[in-house]
């Protein structure tokens, strides 16, 4: 389900508006961030490395920080997960993907409130995840998610609480808590959640990877991403 087309028009053309005349978070969501190379997990990204899929225990070499995916169509969603049988297969990345060392500090780029949080602890899913909402202007209201967080992450949040820009909300969680993923910060822009909490889908069908999109938008900027090649 995806919210009216109209509304999603004026949602999107509101965020878009803001953000044009916004200034950079003051901390990106992760430390070294703006300058981290562009990691590509497309069937190309793939071959490049010589990877048949994302190794569950990859880190950047030197404590590098990788970063890349959103609107990538990948091959690496080969899972039950992503693809139930007579079904077309979730394969286009929604969020940022944010490569870094477990531990590696995560921070919210823009003021606002916590909105919701869980353990999504299936195969493949985001392991701890922390959603926040935000309204910078009156008219203006989206979230922003963060999963495969470290388990502490959650530890004495509550829904509402205030969180200020450039506040460290949790650490990158290992691969044995994080849904089973390399290690990294799924970074994701929603201008509605459509009635859901505490989880969203990172992942979107092909067929309607437009209107996924169109809800979901790049969230490099508000990151703070600035390097991209």
């Not at 981290?36 to 990204?45: I, T, Y």
């Not at 997960?81 to 490569?99: M, N, Y």
């Not at 969680?173 to 089973?180: D, I, K, L, R, S």
Request: charged share 20%; proline share 10%; glycine share 12%.
């Amino acid at each position: 389900m995806t919210p009216d087309p109209a509304r999603l028009h004026i949602l999107r053309a509101r965020y878009d508006d803001w953000l044009a005349q916004s200034v950079p978070p003051p901390v990106p969501v992760v430390p070294g961030l703006p300058g981290a190379a562009h990691l590509a997990l497309d069937g190309q990204g793939l071959a490049a490395r010589g990877w048949d899929g994302l190794p569950i225990d990859w880190v950047p070499e030197g404590g590098a920080v990788q970063a890349g995916g959103y609107g990538e169509d990948r091959s690496i969603y080969d899972t039950p997960a992503f693809r139930q049988p007579g079904e077309e297969p979730r394969t286009v990345h929604l969020g940022l993907d944010v490569f870094a060392a477990p531990g590696t500090p995560v921070h919210c780029p823009l003021a606002g409130e916590v909105h919701s949080f869980q353990r999504n602890d299936a195969d493949k899913d985001y392991g701890p995840t922390i959603i926040l909402r935000h309204a910078p202007e009156r008219d203006l209201v989206f979230y922003s998610l963060y999963g495969h967080l470290a388990p502490e992450s959650l530890a004495g949040l509550k829904p509402g609480a205030a969180v200020g820009a450039g506040e460290a909300i949790g650490e990158i969680g290992t691969n044995a808590v994080n849904g089973g993923w390399a290690p990294h910060l799924h970074f994701q822009v929603i201008l509605d959640l459509l009635g859901r909490s505490g989880d969203f889908p990172g992942v979107c069908r092909r067929s309607e990877a437009a209107a996924w999109l169109a809800l979901c938008p790049d969230p490099a900027a508000l990151a703070g991403w600035t390097q991209r090649s």
